[in-house]
């Protein structure tokens, strides 16, 4: 048995975990969300997305110029978990055996082993994800739906948790690829950072005059804690006329949209609104719930031919569906 397959075998134990109670995971949320704002300034909201992708069961896309923190948030998330983390780079030479792993003839045993990629890990961070060639990108559809990477035909479960966070640079189109509507359906959220306001800026240099903040900051949480907050997710109870609003929001971007909110695209959204429930400590879906999070779950999974864009019917399907 390799390594992995050890990992493996134990990770597939933590479906049992018993859950939080609503109030202590509502606290954890927050507990690494503080830890995270001692190196990223001003970005709480984006620290709480992350978060509920996480606790979702999902993964989050940062798409913004260069420059803004994007690695480093990711980063600071990871590091506030007491898990691991791997971190890829993706260029353009990248393959996908770079990603998931490769079998090697070992001379020994004179039988080929699994070496691991870096997807065999807690949080698993793609830093400029674009920049690599489709069939690259292609490695993370797998992992990213189903945790697990098949190679030569053998299956090997990742760990749990397991979340991607993915950065990508969207200021030089002639020199990246367009991540194909399935993988970035497989994203549960998609935010953008912006620029710093001139407080917040400011007080940002004053941070890095010395040593990074990065390189104090210290685990707030581990594994264990986020299967068992994940598992009070999941008990988030989520009504009928929840689910049928759900439905039809889903129903108008597919009716005013070339591509509109797939099936999986509203799982994504009970589930984001189930963290965000627990955020405010409830064990029960509102529509508001829904409403907060359909903006940043949904907007960069519909396509249109015109040019009102994804967020743009996402806004109007918020504004013009009825909560019965």
Do not use: C
């Not at 529509?287 to 019917?313: F, K, L, M, N, Y």
């Amino acid at each position: 048995m390799t390594d992995v397959d050890a990992i493996s075998d134990s990770e597939k134990e933590s479906g049992s975990v018993s859950p939080l109670p609503v109030d202590e995971a509502a606290d954890l949320t927050t507990r690494i969300a503080d830890n995270v704002e001692r190196v990223i300034v001003g970005h709480r909201d984006a620290i709480e997305h992350i978060l509920v992708a996480l606790f979702a069961r999902g993964h989050l896309l940062l798409e913004d110029v260069p420059g803004v923190g994007k690695t480093m948030l990711a980063r600071a998330v990871a590091t506030s978990l007491d898990g691991s983390f791997k971190r890829v780079q993706f260029t353009p030479d990248l393959l996908p055996s770079d990603v998931t792993g490769v079998n090697v003839f070992n001379e020994k045993t004179r039988e080929f082993e699994f070496r691991p990629g870096p997807v065999f890990a807690n949080v698993l961070l793609g830093d400029e994800i674009n920049r690599a060639p489709p069939k690259t990108q292609a490695a993370l559809l797998e992992v990213m739906a189903e945790e697990q990477v098949t190679v030569d035909g053998e299956t090997h479960r990742v760990p749990d948790p397991f979340t991607v966070i993915a950065t990508q640079n969207d200021v030089e189109p002639g020199r990246t690829y367009e991540l194909p509507v399935a993988e970035v359906d497989r994203f549960t959220k998609k935010i953008r950072l912006g620029y710093p306001s001139e407080d917040e800026e400011t007080e940002l240099l004053g941070r890095l005059t010395g040593e990074h903040p990065i390189e104090s900051l210290e685990p707030v949480a581990d594994v264990g804690d986020v299967r068992r907050a994940r598992s009070t997710v999941s008990e988030v109870t989520v009504r009928e006329p929840v689910r049928a609003y759900v439905s039809r929001l889903a129903k108008y971007t597919r009716e005013h949209a070339r591509l509109g909110a797939s099936p999986r695209g509203a799982i994504a959204l009970v589930r984001a609104s189930q963290v965000r429930a627990v955020f405010e400590g409830r064990g029960y879906v509102t529509p508001d719930d829904v409403q907060t999070e359909a903006p940043t779950v949904w907007s960069h999974r519909v396509r249109t031919d015109t040019e009102v864009d994804g967020a743009t019917v996402v806004e109007r399907a918020l504004e013009e569906v009825p909560v019965e």
